[in-house]
């Protein structure tokens, strides 16, 4: 069964601490893992999408790379509005676009 | 771009009623469109998906007769919740992909969700 898991479940970091959050996945073939942005009462916000292993995107403070079995974003220097949750997903080659979400990291930078 | 819409944003109803959600794809071609609910604290949970001119896809354990789904046009995708209780109360959620969405194919773009109450 496709299984999407991500860790922690929660962060709490000093403005300008960088960290790391992890999106581990279980597919019999991976078509795409995406990241998202999610504000409190919004829908999410699209962030990046990894297509192979080894594959890295940046945008701003985030980077986010690719292996095999998971993934990471990484934070770099956060801000106060780099709060909030953020959501991995995955989609299976057979899946006809269908994604799998993970339950979130809640990202929280103190002034 | 792709920027997808949803409107009302907030909806209140009494118990009993319909309730309508449009959601739009704005700058894009939206083949295919889903909806989502979630619940407080939790993460997203596929309800549907629909193509463009076909019946939509329900997950298990979604009922296909209370949470209507229509997609006539490759720009709109309605979801109706029928008869509606307290129970179905929460946050809905519809995203797309399609045909000249940023480049990145099979990437689901969101609306900003329609808080549903249920009285």
């Known amino acids: 069964e496709d299984q999407v898991t991500q860790s922690p479940e929660a962060l709490r970091l000093q403005e300008g601490e960088s960290s790391s959050l992890n999106c581990s996945y279980t597919?019999?073939?991976?078509?795409?893992l995406f990241w998202y942005r999610q504000d409190p009462g919004k829908g999410p916000e699209f962030l990046f999408t990894?297509?192979?292993a080894g594959e890295e995107k940046e945008k701003e403070r985030l980077k986010a790379t690719l292996t095999k079995k998971e993934s990471f974003l990484h934070i770099t220097a956060p801000k106060p509005e780099d709060s909030a949750t953020y959501l991995c997903?995955?989609?299976?080659?057979?899946?006809?676009?269908?994604?799998?979400f993970g339950s979130g990291t809640r990202l929280s930078i103190r002034p | 771009g792709a920027v997808v819409s949803q409107h009302p944003s907030r909806v209140i109803c009494k118990s009993g009623t319909s309730v309508k959600i449009e959601c739009r794809s704005l700058?894009?071609?939206?083949?295919?469109m889903f909806w989502y609910r979630q619940f407080p604290k939790q993460s997203l949970m596929l309800m549907a998906t629909?193509?463009?001119?076909?019946?939509?896809?329900?997950e298990q354990g979604v009922e296909k007769d209370k949470f209507l789904i229509n997609h006539a046009s490759l720009t709109l995708s309605t979801l109706t919740v029928t008869s509606a209780h307290p129970e179905d109360s929460s946050f809905y959620i519809c995203?797309?992909?399609?045909?000249?969405?940023?480049?990145?194919?099979?990437?689901?773009?969101f609306g900003p969700g329609t808080r549903l109450t249920v009285l």
């Open positions: 997903a995955v989609q299976e080659k057979s899946s006809a676009s269908k994604i799998i």
């Open positions: 990894l297509y192979s």
């Open positions: 597919v019999s073939g991976l078509r795409g």
């Open positions: 995203s797309a992909t399609g045909q000249g969405a940023s480049g990145f194919p099979d990437t689901q773009y």
């Open positions: 700058d894009f071609q939206a083949t295919t």
């Open positions: 629909s193509n463009e001119g076909s019946k939509a896809t329900y």
